[in-house]
């Protein structure tokens, strides 16, 4: 291919040419290759129709381009349309060659033997890991080098979920319940009363955990995390539906059966009122010893109370446990410094969870079961 530039008479020689003639040498489809290759490089889009076009007219010697891709390549300087067309001539290709540097130390086959290792250990520190590919790999390597090649794995350190711990037969009864209620449509469980009880701490102390600082001031007192040995807290006890928020106690301390009784009498049942106006409706609470007392359950069968039968360590089934989770990130964010702040805050975060959102909860109970049947009853996500 040779570029002739046309010159405008009475300007300078290094003035940029208003027109590029490209005419062809090889072959028709060779030409048509190298079109595209500019046009891709140049930004020059053009549709499917348009390029089968140009492809039935055979381009031989002296054919020109099209206007509008002259256009494009007029707007390109001299220099760079000239190298495009040799690296063309060159490899076949108009992609720039990959720069020829120091090779990794870790090839292509220790990757995938390095991503298999750390998908076997999940929970494995980085120096053990480090320690693991000098023996392995019989190469020095350091923990920077390992950092780096996991990151080349598509992978990354990350903090892992809290869930609690569940045995073989723990697991083997979430699976049986799950599958003895996954027939239960949405309507049946928006007729369930969830019940929970969760503590509530100070945040004032914990304030710290990052800090921005230089590597000599370590030892600052102001960068320090400070923390409180034994918080002032607050145990609090909810219930919810989908068709809102029922009441809310808080009290200091532990709870018992007793206790647990006088809650149940004082704010279950006017609860259960307001939210199902007379309808008949199902009891929610986990296996806590207070819920599973015997005066408890005699009580809750003189009143003629369904409950519903828990498995237990499954606080991911019940939607009540995402309604703390969000209280305890907006106790997060707004930081209160007493106990008195304390219950005023978890009160007014309580009365603002609106309805959609314990909708949107209750609605997923379905999904949450298929999970733990298809994981055999292990945790789940939620």
Same mark, same amino acid.
């Given at each position: 291919?040779? +570029?002739?530039h046309?010159k405008?008479?009475?300007?300078g020689?290094n003035?940029?040419?208003e027109?590029l003639?490209?005419?062809i040498r090889?072959?028709?489809?060779? =030409?048509?290759?190298?079109?595209?290759?500019?046009?891709?490089?140049? @930004?020059?889009k053009?549709?499917?129709?348009e390029w089968?076009?140009?492809?039935?007219?055979?381009?031989?010697r002296?054919?020109p *381009?099209?206007?509008m891709?002259?256009?494009?390549?007029v707007e390109q300087?001299?220099?760079?349309?000239h190298?495009?067309i040799?690296r063309?001539?060159k490899s076949g290709?108009?992609s720039?060659?990959? @720069?020829?540097?120091r090779?990794?130390?870790m090839? +292509?086959?220790d990757?995938? +033997?390095?991503?298999?290792?750390?998908?076997?250990y999940r929970? #494995?520190?980085?120096m053990?890991?480090?320690t693991?590919?000098?023996e392995?790999?019989?190469?020095?390597?350091?923990v920077n080098t390992?950092?780096? +090649?996991?990151?080349?794995c598509?992978?990354?350190?990350?903090?892992?979920?809290?869930?609690?711990?569940l045995n073989m037969?723990?697991?083997?009864?979430?699976?049986?319940?799950?599958? #003895?209620?996954?027939?239960?449509?949405?309507?049946?469980?928006?007729?369930?009363?969830w019940s929970d009880?969760?503590k509530?701490?100070v945040l004032?102390?914990?304030?710290?955990?990052?800090?921005i600082?230089?590597?000599?001031?370590?030892?600052n007192?102001?960068c320090?995390?400070?923390?409180?040995?034994?918080?002032?807290?607050?145990?609090?006890?909810?219930c919810?539906s989908?068709c809102?928020? @029922?009441s809310?106690h *808080?009290?200091?301390?532990?709870? =018992? #059966?007793e206790?647990? *009784?006088q809650?149940?009498?004082q704010?279950?049942?006017?609860?259960?009122?307001?939210?199902f106006q007379?309808?008949?409706?199902i009891?929610q609470h986990?296996? #806590?010893?207070?819920?599973t007392a015997s005066?408890?359950?005699?009580w809750l069968?003189?009143?003629r109370?369904?409950?519903?039968k828990?498995?237990?360590c499954?606080?991911?089934?019940?939607?009540?446990?995402?309604i703390?989770?969000i209280i305890?990130?907006?106790m997060?964010?707004?930081r209160?410094?007493?106990?008195?702040?304390l219950?005023?805050?978890?009160?007014?975060?309580?009365? =603002?969870?609106?309805?959609?959102k314990l909708?949107?909860?209750?609605?997923?109970?379905?999904?949450?079961?298929?999970?733990v *049947?298809?994981?055999? @009853?292990?945790?789940?996500?939620?």
């Amino acid at each position: 291919m040779r +570029a002739t530039h046309s010159k405008k008479v009475g300007t300078g020689s290094n003035k940029r040419p208003e027109k590029l003639n490209v005419h062809i040498r090889n072959s028709w489809r060779t =030409n048509l290759q190298l079109i595209r290759s500019i046009g891709n490089m140049i @930004g020059y889009k053009k549709s499917l129709s348009e390029w089968q076009c140009l492809s039935e007219v055979k381009m031989g010697r002296g054919s020109p *381009i099209p206007p509008m891709l002259r256009q494009k390549i007029v707007e390109q300087s001299s220099s760079t349309v000239h190298n495009i067309i040799q690296r063309f001539r060159k490899s076949g290709t108009i992609s720039v060659r990959k @720069g020829q540097g120091r090779k990794t130390i870790m090839d +292509a086959r220790d990757l995938r +033997a390095l991503r298999r290792h750390c998908i076997t250990y999940r929970n #494995a520190t980085v120096m053990e890991i480090t320690t693991w590919a000098q023996e392995y790999f019989q190469k020095t390597l350091s923990v920077n080098t390992i950092h780096r +090649a996991i990151r080349r794995c598509r992978l990354k350190l990350y903090r892992s979920k809290k869930k609690p711990y569940l045995n073989m037969i723990q697991k083997r009864r979430r699976f049986l319940w799950a599958k #003895a209620h996954l027939k239960w449509t949405v309507a049946k469980w928006k007729t369930v009363l969830w019940s929970d009880e969760s503590k509530f701490e100070v945040l004032f102390g914990k304030l710290g955990r990052h800090v921005i600082r230089t590597k000599e001031d370590k030892d600052n007192p102001s960068c320090y995390q400070r923390s409180v040995q034994k918080p002032a807290s607050l145990m609090v006890w909810g219930c919810m539906s989908a068709c809102g928020m @029922g009441s809310l106690h *808080i009290w200091k301390g532990t709870i =018992n #059966a007793e206790r647990y *009784i006088q809650v149940l009498e004082q704010h279950m049942l006017p609860s259960r009122r307001r939210l199902f106006q007379g309808r008949p409706c199902i009891f929610q609470h986990d296996n #806590a010893r207070p819920h599973t007392a015997s005066i408890t359950t005699s009580w809750l069968r003189r009143r003629r109370i369904r409950v519903l039968k828990w498995p237990a360590c499954s606080p991911d089934l019940s939607p009540i446990e995402n309604i703390w989770r969000i209280i305890k990130r907006k106790m997060r964010q707004r930081r209160p410094k007493t106990v008195e702040q304390l219950e005023a805050c978890i009160r007014q975060e309580w009365d =603002n969870i609106p309805i959609p959102k314990l909708e949107q909860l209750v609605s997923s109970v379905p999904r949450r079961l298929q999970t733990v *049947i298809k994981r055999r @009853g292990d945790a789940t996500q939620w």
